[in-house]
């Protein structure tokens, strides 16, 4: 099943924009982490947020956590071409011991406009 | 440093056969977990290997099983195919149980 909503769906802006693109969970979280996947290939790790973060940054990424509404947000700035790919929140658990895994959205489908 | 490598690429199998997908790991890497990705969706987690032993397990019925190998290498198999289980396949390894996924580009399954 899948825990988390990214939201909106699709994303559509010119190049030089800033996206933004939140992501909502329903059960306690140890980290919780964003991916991009370009055109149905495997998914590349941006950037993960521990549950006592608040936010964090990486190049052109920054990313907010608040536990108490069980939702993320995902900000690209100066956004390029190359950044067109469709982008996944995942949550891990708090499951000790053996794992649950990853539990991703639906993903947010942006597309950048030259 | 090689990444994740999945084989193969892309097959078609027909309802009731029996598929084998495999996947080599990153270098260093002795984690490796399995995500069934339909159409549209976002991956969902098959099951995780550690140490050749099956560490956790997602909703999935057991005609999906895989195995680990000495060098971490891993494979997928799905026995009596359903139309359902067309969708990529995806291979992950880490660092360990609870660390940050590194994907191949996936093995898409069609099930005619």
């Known amino acids: 099943s899948q825990q988390g909503e990214e939201d909106p769906q699709a994303l559509s802006i010119q190049e030089g924009e800033n996206a933004t693109m939140n992501c909502s969970y329903k059960t306690s979280i140890n980290n919780l982490q964003w991916y991009r996947q370009n055109s149905g290939r495997g998914l590349v790790h941006l950037i993960l947020?521990?549950?006592?973060?608040r936010e964090k940054h990486s190049g052109r990424l920054r990313v907010t956590l608040d536990t108490s509404k069980k939702s993320s947000s995902l900000l690209i700035t100066a956004s390029r071409a190359a950044d067109t790919a469709s982008y996944f929140c995942?949550?891990?658990?708090?499951?000790?011991?053996?794992?649950?895994?990853?539990?991703f959205g639906k993903g947010t489908h942006l597309i950048i406009q030259p | 440093e090689t990444g994740v490598t999945q084989s193969p690429t892309h097959l078609i199998k027909t309802r009731g056969q029996q598929v084998t997908l495999r996947c080599s790991s990153q270098?260093?890497?002795?984690?490796v977990s399995w995500y069934q990705q339909a159409l549209g969706q976002g991956p969902q987690f098959i099951f995780q290997y550690y140490r050749e032993e099956e560490n956790g397990r997602g909703n999935f019925p057991p005609r999906f099983s895989g195995l680990q190998f000495p060098n971490y290498s891993s494979e997928l198999n799905v026995n009596a195919l359903e139309l359902d289980d067309s969708a990529l396949y995806l291979c992950?390894?880490?660092?360990?149980?609870?660390?940050?996924?590194?994907f191949g580009a996936g093995s898409r399954l069609t099930v005619l």
């Open positions: 947020i521990r549950s006592n973060e």
């Open positions: 270098s260093g890497h002795n984690t």
């Open positions: 992950a390894s880490s660092t360990g149980t609870h660390s940050v996924l590194t």
């Open positions: 995942a949550t891990e658990g708090l499951r000790e011991g053996g794992a649950d895994g990853l539990t």
